[in-house]
């Protein structure tokens, strides 16, 4: 997994409440059994039409090409598990999403891979979308360490995240690694278990 | 006296591996079910890294997205789905997790078999890469779903990473109207809590109209405890969910029985236990439910009129019905019941049960699928495809005119030869109604089984209630 600490770059509005995973990449991409090339079905319904040609969408826009940070709307994320929604994100470059809400599968998933979700009070998330509007101009700072983003004008916001999360992002640690380290406590609950509850 | 617990919270104790001063926490995980889509990414991880799965006999892996449902024996036609269905294959011969393949008459959806085999029991810890896991919640279980990259945590440790979530309890009082449903209760509850109401928390479901549903109709509300936004959704385990358990396949047996059963019976929540937040709601206000929109918060009565934008509380909200009834081709104050429907869907985790199909029957005896609609009934497991044979259900099913197919997820999300084309419009008794979910460009109304054998007979949304 790719660290994450301070990322400056062009943020692209996506101002949609309830966006669902089935919207972040439809069903018809979840046949792979490969976690790359994702980014073909990133948002594909709302990128081209029925007959496959392309539709005007912020990501395919000039100015946002080269976008690594999403802003949009609430419950970002909902529905399926599907963790082929942050590696559709993530193969089309996108880094950071900031929203006043996520699903909570999907906020999760993104830890796994390098992206930091970013959840902020409405009213700052209005301001920063206004920022995202900008097109080429709308370049913002994220910086995990201090916990800040810094908007085209030089405003600072900032967030909050779990400590834990934030320390496994900086230093793109495995998860499975920590765990397998605790092989001994996994063992020995197991143990204690056999004993009390033999069924299961 | 130790401070009283609510059901989460014993589960969630019972299950610490390790706590770090952060709060963060390591579970053990006693129960991990997979399926085909959410999976391979998983263990090819485990493959590069050369890990092993760490309790096979505690995983339990089934194809059911991508499996045809009609004509099986032929194979499938979709060569990226056989990869992916002959991929599980390959991945549980390799890695010695047991599976229940496409031609198993124990094959189904995958939150429908565990509870069947009895995999799914009370106080464990449940896990499937699939939002729907929060079904097996329904035995008093904390199940929830997961990401792949959990998937590979949990084959590879037995174990998650987790914090613990907050503690919210609904209760329905009294009780529910003849030709009210499980499926109707869910839905006005999250009419009432919103999307993204239960984000961050579990649910307990409570009250008499909760401890009057049959195991049955406990899965299809725990099912949907996702559409509100919660992870889990739970219900104390009783007398009925001891029944239902007994006898299955993979339950306890014996002596280890009788200790199991002791022990399942000191996990409802404690008197005086509380929560973070609490929602009250009264059986008898509820009706039969339909979504008129494209998020399953936005859901009326049948007896009701489609909503417009004035009825939003803020922009965002408006601009989203908007958006919502263009997609469904709906003009606002049009009576629900009006709407004409091209398809119908009966199966899922939600509502692909024996009970389901009993409801469904129970409608459909003597009538006729109206003309122009196409209706479809796939169960939910090969064994309740069997128990609905048994019962002659099927030949009532195709008196009627519908299709009676091979079990999986079908047409709930459509991964399969079974979608909707573009415009058409569909009850269904799933759970979700996002933008394509059926197929792109499909209009999905959710509704019960006998509102969508209702549907089916008059070719319009209609009261199941004017039928019987
Ligand atoms: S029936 Fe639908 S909701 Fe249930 S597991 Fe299958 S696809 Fe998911």
Redesign the pocket.
Known sequence: MDKFDKLTATAAPLPLVNIDTDMIIPKQFLKTIKRTGLSEGLFYELRTDEQGNAKDFVLDEPAYKDAQILVTGDNFGCGSSREHAPWALLDAGIRCIIAPSFADIFYNNCFKNGILPIALPQEQVDLLMDDAGRGSNAVITVDLEKQEITGPDGGTVSFEIDAFRKHCLMNGLDDIGLTMAKGEKIDSFEERRKLSQPWA | MPAPRTLFDKIWDSHLVDRQDDGTCLIYIDRHLVHEVTSPQAFEGLRMTGRTVRRPEATLAVP??NVPTSGRAQGIDDEESRIQVEQLSKNCDEFGVPLFGMDDVRQG???IIGPEQGFTLPGMTIVCG?S?TATHGAFGSLAFGIGTSEVEHVLATQTLIQKPAKNMRITVEGKLPVGVTAKDMVLAIIGKIGTAGGTGYVIEYAGEAIRDLSMEGRMTVCNMSIEGGARAGLIAPDEKTFEYIMGRPMAPKAGAWEQALAYWKTLPSDEGATYDKEIVLKAADIEPQVTWGTSPEDVIPVSAAIPGPDAAPDENKRSAIERSLDYMGLTAGTPISEVPIDTVFIG???N?RIEDLREVAAVAKGRKVAENVRAMIVPGSGLVKNQAEEEGLDQIFIEAGFDWREPG?SM??AMNADKLAPGERCAST???NFEGRQGRGGRTHLVSPGMAAAAAVTGRITDVRELS
């Open positions: 059911d997205h959806v995958v939150h699939d729907h899922s985790c939600t692909g997820c709930c999300l799933s759970n979700r």
